[in-house]
């Protein structure tokens, strides 16, 4: 008889995820951690005993004794909608015992951005804090550029190789960014000579690692700890209170404001939907004002 134990079926999904579905790693780490959750709180073995009660009781103890979001609370739902529709392709399951469990509503907010005067203070400190190698000056600076300059996401950031970035062209290539999708970001003038810059000084350190941002120590790959410290240094230096995501938001606001238009900012976001660019035009506080004086009563 087939093994029916639910850490059994979930590793077969987060296979079938990998091989069929093409998840990337950091999306195979969110299912694979959602699953631990569900079997550390719930304590069921088996997918026979999973119940519409026990996944409604579930997800509201989410709500209420863990303080989820509507945001974490729809991830979990999510996650354990697509298991159990795979059950159900599998034969395991016949029908879905997450049909008819409501989920919340999500809270429609406003991106935190920073202002062109904080994004100044940004950048000018990624350069000008104390460093103990004259490399990390010009690879940090260049990788908020890259964040402020090309909105590009932090794995993104992370993932970029040497032969996505041309110069002479002046464009990012973005290979299988967010939602397995390729993009090209333009490089302007000022992100052109920050580039320069740092490969100028990689080059010095003959450095011959694929990835465009390495560490100091080549063997040890540049990942998301050398990101993490740079921006709680960044922080506490600047006394701003951002992220790696905040930074995008900051970039596509200004775009905004300089006079980018949405369909083109769209694109050089990556976002399958133009809608989702829109919130943007909602949190450009100089558009609003713009706007606002076109009033026929101004």
Not at 110 to 128: G, Q
Not at 190 to 208: A, G, H, M, P, V
Request: proline letters at 2%; a positive charge.
């Amino acid at each position: 008889m087939e093994d029916l134990s639910l850490p059994v079926l979930f590793q077969k999904y987060l296979h079938y995820g990998e091989v069929i579905r093409n998840y990337r790693k950091m999306t195979l780490r969110a299912y694979r951690y959602s699953f631990k959750v569900f079997l550390d709180e719930t304590h069921i073995d088996s997918i026979l005993e999973v119940t519409r009660a026990s996944l409604e009781r579930f997800l509201f103890e989410g709500r209420t004794k863990r303080n989820w979001s509507s945001v974490t609370f729809r991830q979990y739902f999510k996650h354990l909608n697509c298991f159990f529709k795979w059950c159900i392709n599998q034969g395991y399951l016949e029908e879905n015992p997450l049909t008819g469990v409501e989920q919340p509503r999500l809270e429609k907010r406003i991106p935190r951005r920073l202002t062109l005067d904080e994004a100044k203070l940004v950048l000018d400190a990624s350069f000008h804090m104390r460093y103990a190698y004259r490399f990390e000056k010009y690879r940090n600076r260049a990788i908020i550029g890259v964040m402020l300059f090309a909105g590009l996401r932090k794995q993104e950031v992370i993932n970029l190789k040497l032969r996505d970035v041309n110069l002479q062209e002046r464009m990012i290539f973005v290979d299988q960014g967010k939602g397995a999708k390729d993009r090209s970001v333009p490089i302007g003038a000022r992100l052109s000579l920050i580039l320069k810059e740092y490969l100028k000084d990689r080059k010095r350190l003959n450095r011959t690692s694929l990835q465009f941002f390495t560490g100091l120590n080549e063997k040890r790959p540049f990942g998301v700890q050398c990101i993490k410290k740079l921006f709680d240094r960044l922080r506490k230096r600047t006394k701003l209170d951002f992220s790696a995501h905040t930074l995008r938001h900051s970039f596509a606001t200004l775009m905004l404001e300089g006079g980018c238009d949405i369909y083109t900012l769209s694109k050089m976001m990556g976002h399958a939907k133009i809608t989702t660019t829109t919130i943007y035009l909602s949190c450009s506080h100089k558009q609003m004002t713009k706007s606002i004086e076109m009033h026929p009563l101004n």
